[in-house]
């Protein structure tokens, strides 16, 4: 009965303040919520705490099924911080782990290539780690690596587009690849872009 009585007052109390809301009056509203009689302060604390419980699953349930353009620079900036921290052997250990790996959320996962085309690390797929890559075709027939390869050489990092396996869906999907040129490596991490 008592949680009833909590809840109408909570119901009227909302209703009060979005009525006020429409006059513009500040002053109103203020009043109008400090008259309105409080349940309990046991019950008040637990219906705070439920409702921030309620506010952050909500929040954590809207994450992104995708990681974003900024994730993947991010991602790619972690990895160099590793290799200077922690070293090479340690960080290309790290990304190759495709289970459990810090370098690995959602979609997001790194590759690392040295400069002719050999992948070093990647994040998503054990069979690709010491594979000659270069030339790899995307379902377009894009040489992808080359062609990243020559970027990092030219320009350090930047973005590159191409057809990849989504390992999320398992289906072929547009992939913007972030790369950065470190020492004798280029760094990558994508993002996976909606079909149009």
């Known amino acids: 009965m008592l949680s009833l009585r909590c809840c109408k007052v909570y119901t ?46 909500s929040a954590w349930a809207q994450k992104a099924d995708n990681g974003t353009a900024d994730e993947a620079v991010a991602m790619v900036q972690q990895v160099i911080a590793s290799f200077k921290a922690n070293g090479r052997e340690k960080t290309l250990a790290e990304i190759n782990n495709t289970t459990s790996g810090k370098f690995r959320d959602r979609d997001l996962y790194v590759t690392i290539n040295d400069l002719s085309g050999k992948n070093l690390a990647h994040g998503a797929n054990p069979k690709m780690q010491g594979k000659d890559l270069i030339d790899l075709k995307d379902a377009d027939g894009k040489y992808f690596v080359r062609e990243r390869i020559d970027l990092a050489k030219t320009k350090g990092k930047g973005w590159q587009d191409y057809k990849f396996v989504n390992p999320m869906s398992k289906q072929i999907e547009p992939k913007a690849m972030y790369f950065e040129k470190y020492e004798d490596m280029v760094i990558n991490c994508g993002i996976y872009k909606p079909a149009k």
């Open 12 to 57: 009227d109390l909302a209703c009060s303040i979005r009525d006020k809301k429409d006059d513009n009056d500040n002053n109103v509203l203020q009043e109008t919520i400090m008259r309105q009689p409080l349940p309990s302060r046991p019950f008040h604390a637990f219906f705070a705490a439920l409702l921030t419980l309620c506010l952050c699953a």
